[in-house]
Every structure is written in C-alpha cells, then in structure tokens.
C-alpha cells in the first residue's frame, strides 16, 4: 500500500497547465529495510578493502569473478617495481643539498649529532629493501636504484645477506682528506652499532660504480671498522637487493664536532694497535720532537736544506728538541702511524699527507705552509686542515703564505690560475720561521709542563676507544 500526494501546478491566463502528477513514496517499513541493506553493503565493502589492506600479498578480492592467488599478486608487485636514475640531472646545480642527486627521491633519516643516512629496510621504506642496477664507472645516470619486498624482487635480482655499506660522494674515496670524510660516518655507525663489521662496501662517485678506495683510506676503514670487501657486482648480470643497507651520501654532513672527534679518537687507537705502536715508551720521552713532513714536488719547499736548518737552530735553542725529517713518499702506513703519534710539532706544506695528523696525540701542534695565491683563489680548500686539527683535537698554530713568486700569466682564466698556484714550490723567510718555531716550541714546552702527573692527560686516555662501544 503507498501514500499518493498531489503537487498542483499553477495555473496560467494564456497556457493550459497539464494533469496533475503523482509521487510515490514508499511506506516507512519499505523504507528501513531499503536503507538496512545499502548500510550493510557499505559495512562488507570498507571491511573487504580494510583486510586487504592488512595483508597484501594473501588476500584475494571475493567480488571478482576470477580470484587472484598469492603467486599472481606476488608476480604483480614484482613487475610494479621501478627503477629510478641514481644521479638525478635535475639536481645538478646543486648536487650536494637536500636529498643529493644520488637516490634523490628519498628522504634522509636525522639523529642527533649524527651523519643524515638511509638505512633499509625500515619504516620509511615500508619494510622494503634496497636493490641497484648498477654496473656504469662513467655515467651515474645510467645506473639505477629501486625498493622492493623481500617475497618480491624484482625479476632476474640476487639477494645479497648481511650488512652492505653504501657511499656516495662527491669528491672520491682514493684522496686521504676525501676518503678520510667519506668513510668517518661509516665508522660512526659501527661504533654505536656493536661494531659489526659490514659484509660489503658499495661505493659510488656522483652515481658512478667505483672498485676501490685509495690504499690508505682502505686501511684507514680496515683497522677502525673490519675488513671487507668492496663490491664490483661482476658477473651479475640482473639487479642485486641487499638483506641490510645503510647509505651515506653527505660524508660528515651534520656530524657534530665532539662525535667526529669520537671517530678520530677511534681510529687513532685502531691504528696504533694494528701498527703495534708502543704509545707508554712514546709518552716517558723528555724531549719535544718537531717533525720536518716534507714533499717532493708540487708544494715542495724551494730550498729544503735552509728551511731544515732554521728549525734545527731553534730546538737546539730550546733544548730537550729533537727534529726529525721525513718524506711523504717514503713511508707506508704503519711508518706514518708511528710518526706521527711520536710528533709534537708538526711542520708541513698544505697537501694529503697532513691528514696524517689524526693520528697525533691531542694538543699536539701543527704549522701548514702554502705556495703564493692560494689565498686568493682556494675557496674554503685552504682551511680543511685547520678544521681537521680542531676536529682530532690538535692546536693548529697557524699558516705561513709564500708572498713572493711571478703573478698568473692569464688572470682571467681563475680555474688556470688555480692550479697554477696549487703546483708552484714554497720559499722561505728565514726570520719568520725562527720567531714561529721560538714560539710554539715555547707553547708546548708549557703544555707538557702543566701535565703534573703522568697519565692524567686526557689524550692518554684515549685508548679506551679501542674496545667497542666505549667512550670517554
């Protein structure tokens, strides 16, 4: 039975409106048994698309006329993974900010006084791994990365077990100033991690595959972190996905200065120990030893033997001074290892081989030299190891800048220039340097006498870094 109402319709002087028209609404009963079965196809809907939700990879949708299996799905997310570019053009102005144009479609993962990183798989990668193709030494954008769930690499992929270290950087891992920056956060997340060594390196340059670090930034991550191999994916033909990835690209990034010292500390005390150096013998000498680091070469000093002398008159002058002369060229790792932890005053050139300094004692001080016109054209490359001294703990006392020598035959061309000043030998000036090496020998003479007791300085206590998971 229905209710009928009657909508009249108004009428017209010149128009004859038509017959009136009826509507039809149900009766109440109708109604509720209407709206009771739209509600519960509503309900069976959103609980459908909630389990499939849950479970992605075991859930088949019962409306269909033909089900999908596990195996179907699992063959759907494989296929709908996607590989994007490691180096991003599009980020090429400006390759080092952000995200980097290394992986840049991903965010980095931030923790206090630490390197920003990516680590797979976690959270931000929805419990998905990482997976590279990338077989290209010469061009980044050529090779590529994507994220996939471990029941559904993608087609033809490898899946590689244990922990992979993957490092991008913008200047290169055979450098030791470079290399050393590359790797430090590495060893920072081996330290808070257990110091697990990884089964792997990784490495890229501007997305490039490289096979190999430079011999002494391999050891350098050897001693502090364990041996490893470096990874060239040959005779890989498909994509390879890594079990555990942890991905730096930002070298110290936003590392704080005590936690980089942390990690020099950490390779100070590895290095020692591997190169069996005898740091209580080193400790019990009387006498001050300044160290002549000398180059051949390119920022070589122009008369070596008179810039010998000077120093040698002053640690005679001073008394309780030795000078020992080296050339960089001349000595492997462990003889620089050995050098320098008995230096107290480091008298060098700018170049490489001051990255050796880390393995000084703290307080230990450092005198740099540079050729004319660095100054002007080195940008903020001048002052790496004065950062470096502040960083390992070291007292940088300064830099001596050759003011003589022939200007740039095209000043216009600022690039040439550069590497025309970067390549020139250094003078002397026999007066300054007697006056400079009169006062920072004066300066440690004062700071070891204000070392009352043996062992109460904290640089000999910086062993303990030794053992994993301990700081001081």
């Given at each position: 039975m229905s209710t009928s109402i009657t909508i009249p319709l108004e009428k017209s002087s010149k128009i004859h409106a038509p017959a009136p028209k009826t509507v039809s609404f149900p009766n109440n009963s109708s109604l509720k048994h209407s709206l009771f079965l739209v509600t519960l196809f509503i309900f069976l809907l959103l609980f459908i698309q909630f389990k499939a939700?849950?479970?992605?990879?075991?859930?088949?949708?019962?409306?269909l006329g033909s089900q999908l299996s596990d195996q179907d799905i699992t063959s759907m997310l494989r296929d709908s993974v996607t590989f994007l570019p490691l180096k991003d053009l599009r980020f090429s102005k400006e390759p080092e900010s952000g995200h980097t144009w290394f992986m840049s479609s991903v965010n980095d993962t931030f923790e206090p006084n630490e390197s920003e990183y990516l680590y797979f798989p976690s959270n931000s990668s929805k419990g998905r791994l990482l997976c590279f193709s990338a077989h290209d030494p010469h061009d980044g954008a050529k090779n590529s990365y994507a994220f996939a769930w471990r029941e559904a690499l993608p087609h033809g992929a490898i899946l590689l077990p244990g922990l992979t270290y993957v490092s991008d950087t913008y200047y290169d891992h055979s450098n030791l100033w470079h290399g050393l920056n590359a790797i430090a956060p590495f060893i920072a997340w081996n330290i808070r991690k257990g110091c697990v060594a990884p089964a792997r390196w990784v490495l890229f340059h501007w997305g490039e595959l490289r096979t190999e670090?430079?011999?002494?930034?391999?050891?350098?991550a050897e001693v502090a972190i364990g041996k490893a191999e470096i990874e060239s994916f040959k005779g890989i033909e498909g994509p390879t996905c890594f079990e555990e990835a942890v991905v730096f690209r930002h070298n110290h990034g936003a590392m704080s200065k005590a936690r980089v010292g942390e990690v020099y500390d950490r390779i100070r005390c590895k290095a020692r120990e591997f190169c069996k150096v005898e740091m209580d013998k080193i400790r019990d000498k009387k006498d001050v030893q300044m160290t002549l680091f000398l180059r051949t070469g390119a920022r070589s000093f122009k008369n070596e033997s008179v810039v010998v002398s000077v120093f040698e008159e002053e640690c005679r002058k001073a008394g309780n001074c030795r000078v020992k002369v080296e050339k960089t060229d001349n000595l492997s790792f462990c003889d620089q290892v050995r050098l320098m932890s008995e230096t107290d005053i480091l008298v060098t050139p700018h170049g490489a081989q001051m990255t050796n300094i880390l393995f000084m004692e703290r307080n230990s001080s450092v005198m740099e030299f540079y050729p004319k016109g660095w100054e002007d054209l080195a940008g903020v490359g001048q002052y790496v190891y004065k950062w470096l001294s502040d960083w390992a703990g070291m007292r940088h006392q300064g830099v001596w800048r050759d003011p003589e020598g022939p200007p740039c035959h095209d000043p216009s061309d600022k690039l040439q220039c550069f590497f025309d000043f970067k390549d020139r030998q250094i003078g002397h000036d026999t007066v300054y340097f007697s006056k400079w090496a009169s006062k920072v020998l004066q300066d440690m003479k004062e700071h070891r006498q204000a070392i009352p007791v043996?062992?109460?300085?904290l640089s000999a206590t910086r062993t303990n870094f030794c053992q994993c998971g301990t700081s001081v």
């Amino acid at each position: 039975m229905s209710t009928s109402i009657t909508i009249p319709l108004e009428k017209s002087s010149k128009i004859h409106a038509p017959a009136p028209k009826t509507v039809s609404f149900p009766n109440n009963s109708s109604l509720k048994h209407s709206l009771f079965l739209v509600t519960l196809f509503i309900f069976l809907l959103l609980f459908i698309q909630f389990k499939a939700l849950q479970s992605p990879l075991h859930f088949s949708w019962p409306l269909l006329g033909s089900q999908l299996s596990d195996q179907d799905i699992t063959s759907m997310l494989r296929d709908s993974v996607t590989f994007l570019p490691l180096k991003d053009l599009r980020f090429s102005k400006e390759p080092e900010s952000g995200h980097t144009w290394f992986m840049s479609s991903v965010n980095d993962t931030f923790e206090p006084n630490e390197s920003e990183y990516l680590y797979f798989p976690s959270n931000s990668s929805k419990g998905r791994l990482l997976c590279f193709s990338a077989h290209d030494p010469h061009d980044g954008a050529k090779n590529s990365y994507a994220f996939a769930w471990r029941e559904a690499l993608p087609h033809g992929a490898i899946l590689l077990p244990g922990l992979t270290y993957v490092s991008d950087t913008y200047y290169d891992h055979s450098n030791l100033w470079h290399g050393l920056n590359a790797i430090a956060p590495f060893i920072a997340w081996n330290i808070r991690k257990g110091c697990v060594a990884p089964a792997r390196w990784v490495l890229f340059h501007w997305g490039e595959l490289r096979t190999e670090m430079g011999k002494w930034v391999n050891t350098i991550a050897e001693v502090a972190i364990g041996k490893a191999e470096i990874e060239s994916f040959k005779g890989i033909e498909g994509p390879t996905c890594f079990e555990e990835a942890v991905v730096f690209r930002h070298n110290h990034g936003a590392m704080s200065k005590a936690r980089v010292g942390e990690v020099y500390d950490r390779i100070r005390c590895k290095a020692r120990e591997f190169c069996k150096v005898e740091m209580d013998k080193i400790r019990d000498k009387k006498d001050v030893q300044m160290t002549l680091f000398l180059r051949t070469g390119a920022r070589s000093f122009k008369n070596e033997s008179v810039v010998v002398s000077v120093f040698e008159e002053e640690c005679r002058k001073a008394g309780n001074c030795r000078v020992k002369v080296e050339k960089t060229d001349n000595l492997s790792f462990c003889d620089q290892v050995r050098l320098m932890s008995e230096t107290d005053i480091l008298v060098t050139p700018h170049g490489a081989q001051m990255t050796n300094i880390l393995f000084m004692e703290r307080n230990s001080s450092v005198m740099e030299f540079y050729p004319k016109g660095w100054e002007d054209l080195a940008g903020v490359g001048q002052y790496v190891y004065k950062w470096l001294s502040d960083w390992a703990g070291m007292r940088h006392q300064g830099v001596w800048r050759d003011p003589e020598g022939p200007p740039c035959h095209d000043p216009s061309d600022k690039l040439q220039c550069f590497f025309d000043f970067k390549d020139r030998q250094i003078g002397h000036d026999t007066v300054y340097f007697s006056k400079w090496a009169s006062k920072v020998l004066q300066d440690m003479k004062e700071h070891r006498q204000a070392i009352p007791v043996k062992g109460n300085d904290l640089s000999a206590t910086r062993t303990n870094f030794c053992q994993c998971g301990t700081s001081v």
